[in-house]
T-cell receptor, first 111, second 114 residues
Framework: EDQVTQSPEALRLQEGESSSLNCSYT??????LFWYRQDPGKGPEFLFT???AGEEKEKERLKATLTKKESFLHITAPKPEDSATYLC????????????FGAGTQVVVTP | DTEVTQTPKHLVMGMTNKKSLKCEQH?????MYWYKQKAKKPPELMFV???????INESVPSRFSPECPNSSLLNLHLHALQPEDSALYLC?????????????FGEGSRLTVL
């Protein structure tokens, strides 16, 4: 059975304290892995797409990496405005539009 | 700013009301989606339209009726809803289904059923 698991469920960081979020997946075939940021009461905002193991993408303080079993979202020197829920989603081969989402990691960055 | 626009942002309705949620995108995307999201849960897929035809219905109750009048518009018609249907309803679009393309979400419509 296809599964996407994110850890930890919640993460509390001091401003400037770098950390990593994990998204592990067990799927029949990976077409793409996506990271989103979601603020309370709003729609998810697209961050990155990763297609193959070894790929890395960066945007400001965020860096996403992908292996054959998991993806990491590294947050370097976070600021309070990085507080959000971070969702990963996988698109499975031949799933025809069915993105499978993880439960998310809620990140709180305190000054 | 998101390029997927949803209206209304908030909707309160009784169980006997009929209302509609609307979604519009002008990115030339040919796949459009409705998701339902409960508090502290990930989005759950409801419907997928591909080239204006319904391609996926995730066994959604018939009190939810989707409509795709053209490639830019997506509606969700609501009738005889239950309080447990209260949630954030998200519209999304992607270049086309079956592709590796990412989803672009709207801000959502917060629905409360009394």
């Amino acid at each position: 059975e296809d599964q996407v698991t994110q850890s930890p469920e919640a993460l509390r960081l001091q401003e400037g304290e770098s950390s990593s979020l994990n998204c592990s997946y067990t799927v029949s075939g990976l077409r793409g892995l996506f990271w989103y940021r979601q603020d309370p009461g709003k729609g998810p905002e697209f961050l990155f797409t990763l297609y193959s193991a070894g790929e890395e993408k960066e945007k400001e303080r965020l860096k996403a990496t992908l292996t054959k079993k998991e993806s990491f979202l590294h947050i370097t020197a976070p600021k309070p405005e990085d507080s959000a829920t971070y969702l990963c989603a996988v698109l499975i081969t031949d799933s025809w539009g069915k993105f499978q989402f993880g439960a998310g990691t809620q990140v709180v960055v305190t000054p | 700013d998101t390029e997927v626009t949803q209206t209304p942002k908030h909707l309160v309705m009784g169980m006997t009301n009929k209302k509609s949620l609307k979604c519009e995108q002008h990115m030339g995307h040919r796949a459009m989606y409705w998701y339902k999201q409960k508090a502290k849960k990930p989005p759950e897929l409801m419907f997928v339209y591909s080239y204006e035809k319904l391609s996926i219905n995730e066994s959604v109750p018939s009190r939810f009726s989707p409509e795709c009048p053209n490639s830019s518009l997506l509606n969700l018609h609501l009738h005889a809803l239950q309080p447990e249907d209260s949630a954030l309803y998200l519209c999304a679009s992607s270049h086309q289904t079956g592709n590796t393309g990412e989803l672009f979400f709207g801000e959502g419509s917060r629905l409360t059923v009394l």
